[in-house]
């Protein structure tokens, strides 16, 4: 581009503004493939970062043998953590206490007045559970009492309710039983934030079970898990199975990999569509400017100038896109909670989203004026200036 004599870039500017009505709908056109881009890769980056912080690496998990990351479905004695804590010199104590959450963990049918009755995720805990699951915190009411139950913050969206159907003292039914809600948790934007919790307890009276799904314990340090690994291949006789807390999310991102896969398609397919559409508006835009182009060129502006602004106004256009669909998708979307099969989690529209959203847009921007360039290229100077 040395010695390139270019046009003003003012030039380019102005030509944006000459015609508002294509403008318009090329701005709103690439503003909503960003925005498309930007939820997708938000849904994907909230997905992995809930099941990220929902491990924590000092946290072992022991359930029935085979369960592979179907807790829901693993079924132990009841007798298992006391057999853990006497025979494996492995877990945390303090003042006295031993960081040992026995859970029964499963999916059961939830009915909320006004709302009907929704696939719901419940967890039987006892109050040890807060040493092993240090990123929960109650935000709102008290622990959960008899016939009581603890609300996640995601909770309602999971169960399709309103954070009002499940605000403190309303009641919900599972399991044939009435219970009333006691508190609201938070978990730091982990898959425990889309559960509702109760006394361990109730549940099993409820379901008439004297099982546990699983036991959740704090290690006292990092090489302790091969002493409880081990403990899990003796006891055959038990048929148990230990694994790593992060492991285990990281095995459901694993599982969770043909949904983002398909996401990440659906990001490809999006941007294809503004690209082609960025094609034609501005293939069409050339078309109706070949005077203008080549009286351009007549005055002394090379081929190349002349594409170099076209890239211009295409980028432009695209950056000023990019930058709305990002405002936009921060007002409605960031934050926003999604309902999925593992529970719930929300959108983040984070650094990553909005790099991948603005790169596509410039993408588009720039890919749609290479068919004005080719025009140009081809276009003859004398049968251009007689054009109507």
């Given at each position: 581009?040395?010695g390139l004599r270019l046009l003003p870039w003012e030039y380019g500017v102005r030509n944006l503004f000459r015609r508002p009505l294509r403008t318009a709908l090329t701005f709103a056109a690439l503003s909503t493939v960003v925005f498309l881009v930007l ?350």
């Amino acid at each position: 581009m040395l010695g390139l004599r270019l046009l003003p870039w003012e030039y380019g500017v102005r030509n944006l503004f000459r015609r508002p009505l294509r403008t318009a709908l090329t701005f709103a056109a690439l503003s909503t493939v960003v925005f498309l881009v930007l939820i997708v890769a938000g849904f994907i980056r909230g997905l992995e970062k809930s099941l990220e912080v929902s491990g924590d690496p000092q946290v072992a998990i022991v359930s029935s043998q085979g369960m592979g990351e179907n807790l829901e479905y693993s079924s132990i004695a009841a007798g298992t953590p006391d057999y853990l804590t006497a025979s494996v010199n492995a877990v945390q104590t303090r003042f006295g206490l031993k960081h040992v959450s026995p859970e029964l963990y499963l999916g059961t049918m939830v009915k909320i007045e006004g709302t009907g009755e929704s696939m719901g995720l419940v967890r039987g805990v006892q109050p040890s559970v807060l040493l092993v699951r240090r990123q929960v915190e109650l935000v709102d009411g008290k622990w959960p009492g008899p016939s009581e139950i603890l609300v996640g913050r995601l909770a309602p969206t999971k169960l399709g309710a309103t954070k009002e159907q499940l605000a403190v003292g309303r009641q919900i039914e599972l399991e044939g039983k009435k219970w009333t809600v006691s508190g609201t948790f938070a978990a730091r934007g982990s898959v425990f934030e889309a559960e509702l919790w109760c006394r361990l307890d109730d549940l099993q009276r409820a379901m008439k079970r004297e099982d546990l799904s699983l036991v959740a314990l704090t290690l006292d340090s990092p090489g302790s898990f091969g002493k409880l690994q081990a403990f899990c291949k003796e006891r055959y006789d038990l048929e148990l199975q230990a694994i790593r807390e992060p492991e285990y999310f990281a095995g459901l991102q694993r599982d969770y990999g043909p949904i983002k896969q398909l996401s990440w398609l659906v990001v490809v397919i999006v941007s294809a569509a503004g690209v082609f559409s960025g094609l034609n508006t501005m293939y069409g835009s050339v078309v109706g400017r070949v005077r203008e182009l080549a009286t351009l060129q007549a005055i002394g502006f090379l081929r190349r100038a002349i594409v170099v602004s076209l890239v211009q106004e295409g980028t432009l256009l695209a950056a000023a896109a990019s930058l709305a669909a990002c405002l936009v998708a921060f007002a409605v979307a960031h934050g926003a909670a999604v309902k999925f099969t593992m529970g719930a989690f929300v959108l983040q529209i984070d650094g990553a989203a909005v790099l991948l959203g603005c790169l596509s847009g410039i993408a588009v921007g720039v890919l749609g004026s290479l068919p004005a360039a080719i025009r140009i290229f081809t276009m003859q100077v004398v049968e251009a200036l007689k054009a109507i």
